[in-house]
């Protein structure tokens, strides 16, 4: 096991540097023209936009890093546990928490995009998304061929690609792909709504069919749920709400209800796998989806939380670390698949009890971000250097 993570770890690492070796060049003489074109325009070139906002740039790479996390209890055997003392209370502490991961990107997506209008320029940007989808979904295909020994085929995994299963990660990127199509229509009904009471009543009458349901149904289902995968819209109208419109409540009382929150979501989690009287755990009051009430709240309290902080007073290369880390988010999210695969065998070769693999997150959580980091910077050079190529 060890001697094959060895080769395969050896053949990416080559891969890399043979295409970043080639193109980390033209990138570097890319922006020397671009500070240049500045300089002869009687511009100061800078390197941070100063109307960038920072915190969304970090929300970004904490909602990645998140979805990491949460993949440790997929594949450290935690879901196959049974509740036995309070030792598991703090475990679905973080499970609990971590759950914000997608909605933080969803409602990213609202606070950023809110003002995009129907134009040829506007589709344009689905570009980028589809060609970091194609060269992760060709990364993972090969690594499932030389690591996983699955069937080298080619017509399969050019059809995988059109599927969305050559990575196995990609339901984001279909249900992305989605979205980024509707976006300049929601904008019309949101923005078309003139008062704040206007688009309140919006964001609350999608949380009533997407959320709700998640509350209402614990026990019978009384309320309906089949609107409950119109989540995406859901968080990109609270997304495009926060945006215009500042939350008023000072930092300390927004943690501590976050924290109140937090600790009773998963109190409420751990009480009913307990009474569940299997100790199988049990998750959500009624759904332990992304549209879930329990997600829905603490993703927008992290949100308003991480917005409140003030970023702007850290030095400008900081800021640019936020950025750059900010643009390879979706990269690292399709490509850490193939490193979760890689760690994750290795872990579970190793250490068979759950809690014995618990003090690990701190090592394989941070490890399989920094490489996924890696591999998708890989990946955005050579899409930078078809950009240059345009041109």
């Given at each position: 096991m ?5 080769v395969?770890?050896?053949t990416?690492l080559?891969?890399?540097t043979y295409?970043t ?12 023209l671009h ?6 325009k009687g511009?100061?070139p800078s ?7 920072p915190?969304?740039?970090f ?10 996390s949460v993949h440790?209890?997929?594949y450290?055997?935690f879901?196959?546990?049974k509740?036995?003392?309070?030792s598991y209370?703090f475990?679905?502490?973080?499970r ?8 933080l990107?969803?409602?990213?997506s609202?606070f950023l995009?809110?003002?995009k209008?129907l ?7 689905i570009i ?14 090969i ?6 020994y699955e069937?080298a085929?080619?017509?399969r995994?050019i ?5 969305y299963?050559a990575?196995?990660?990609s ?5 992305y792909i989605?979205?980024?199509l509707l976006?300049?229509?929601?904008n019309l009904?949101y923005?078309?709504l003139?008062?704040?009471?206007g688009k309140?009543v919006l ?8 959320a ?8 019978y289902?009384?309320f309906?749920d089949?609107w409950e ?9 609270i997304?495009?709400f926060?945006?215009e419109f ?6 300390r009382?927004?943690?501590?209800a976050?924290?109140a929150?937090l ?7 751990y009480?009913?796998?307990v ?9 959500g009051?009624?759904?332990d989806n992304w549209c ?5 709240i603490?993703?927008v309290l992290?949100f ?6 003030n970023?702007?007073r850290?030095?400008d ?5 936020f950025k ?7 990269g ?8 979760d ?8 070769d190793?250490i068979?009890?759950?809690y014995?693999?618990?003090?690990f997150y701190?090592i394989?959580?941070?490890?399989i971000?920094?490489c996924?980091?890696v591999?998708s910077w ?14």
């Amino acid at each position: 096991m060890c001697a094959k993570i060895q080769v395969v770890l050896t053949t990416a690492l080559d891969y890399i540097t043979y295409i970043t070796k080639g193109v980390i060049d033209l990138r570097e003489r890319e922006e020397l023209l671009h500070i240049n074109s500045e300089v002869s325009k009687g511009d100061t070139p800078s390197l941070y936009k100063k109307n960038r906002n920072p915190n969304i740039d970090f929300i970004k790479i904490f909602a990645v890093f998140s979805v990491i996390s949460v993949h440790f209890f997929l594949y450290s055997g935690f879901y196959d546990q049974k509740v036995e003392d309070m030792s598991y209370y703090f475990v679905i502490v973080a499970r609990t928490f971590f759950m914000i991961c997608v909605p933080l990107f969803l409602i990213t997506s609202g606070f950023l995009m809110n003002k995009k209008e129907l134009s040829k320029g506007y589709y344009k940007g689905i570009i980028k998304i589809i060609a970091i989808y194609i060269l992760a979904s060709v990364a993972c295909a090969i690594f499932r061929v030389k690591y996983l020994y699955e069937d080298a085929d080619v017509w399969r995994w050019i059809k995988n690609i059109f599927d969305y299963s050559a990575a196995p990660y990609s339901w984001y990127v279909e249900m992305y792909i989605g979205l980024f199509l509707l976006i300049p229509f929601l904008n019309l009904a949101y923005n078309g709504l003139k008062s704040k009471k206007g688009k309140l009543v919006l964001i609350f009458t999608f949380i009533s069919f997407t959320a709700l349901p998640t509350v209402i149904n614990y026990k019978y289902k009384i309320f309906p749920d089949y609107w409950e995968n119109l989540y995406p819209i859901t968080y990109y109208f609270i997304g495009a709400f926060l945006s215009e419109f500042k939350v008023d409540i000072k930092k300390r009382y927004i943690l501590i209800a976050l924290l109140a929150c937090l600790f009773m979501f998963s109190g409420f989690n751990y009480y009913q796998s307990v009474a569940s009287g299997t100790g199988q755990i049990k998750l959500g009051i009624y759904s332990d989806n992304w549209c879930s009430f329990e997600n829905l709240i603490d993703s927008v309290l992290v949100f308003i939380f991480i917005q409140k902080i003030n970023f702007e007073r850290l030095p400008d290369i900081i800021k640019i670390i936020f950025k750059k880390l900010s643009e390879l988010t979706l990269g690292v999210y399709l490509l850490s698949y193939i490193f979760d695969t890689i760690f994750y065998d290795l872990l579970n070769d190793k250490i068979m009890m759950f809690y014995d693999k618990v003090p690990f997150y701190f090592i394989i959580v941070p490890m399989i971000f920094i490489c996924s980091m890696v591999g998708s910077w890989a990946i955005n050079l050579i899409i930078g250097v078809f950009k240059i190529n345009r041109k």
